[in-house]
């Protein structure tokens, strides 16, 4: 008997751990071997009271780049979405730490320039959205700061 993916995702432990940051509690979450989310949540559970090694380094990692130490991220990630959405998620860890850009310009790199809305869709659904650091490319009228995902403003106010 087979077991399909999404029976499999069903019985698949997740671990969850919390860094308290400057601006928001941040969930850093996972399976025995990879990373699936970052996010910034408002409250907690009851953290794991075992957590994978792989989880420890990208509390570690994010814990440093909180203190100015860290500008990528190295960590084993698994995303999952639609294919389009994997593409943009691609195309945002690109972006360089401290860069701006739109969600045009990212629908210009992937090829497929009248997508901008469907790129702010796939950005909004982005699970790892402290761990690249451009995961908060906005419409072109917003104006992006590469720390974690704060969006600094509108129209550069």
Not at 25 to 43: M, N, Y
Not at 58 to 64: D, H, L, S
């Amino acid at each position: 008997m087979s077991v399909s993916s999404t029976a499999r995702k069903c019985f698949m432990k997740i671990y969850k751990t919390y860094y308290q940051s400057d601006i928001g509690l941040i969930e850093i979450a996972g399976d025995e071997k990879e990373l699936r989310s970052v996010d910034f949540v408002e409250t907690s559970e009851a953290p794991s009271s075992e957590v994978p090694t792989h989880l420890q380094e990208c509390f570690r990692q994010v814990e440093e780049y909180f203190q100015g130490k860290r500008r990528a991220f190295q960590l084993p990630l698994r995303l999952e979405g639609t294919d389009f959405q994997k593409k943009v998620w691609q195309e945002l860890m690109k972006i360089p730490f401290g860069k701006t850009t739109s969600y045009g310009e990212v629908a210009k790199a992937i090829g497929n320039e009248k997508a901008v809305r469907a790129v702010g869709q796939a950005n909004h659904n982005n699970p790892i959205s402290t761990s690249s650091p451009a995961t908060g490319s906005l419409a072109a009228t917003e104006v992006w700061s590469a720390t974690a995902g704060v969006c600094t403003g509108r129209n550069g106010s």
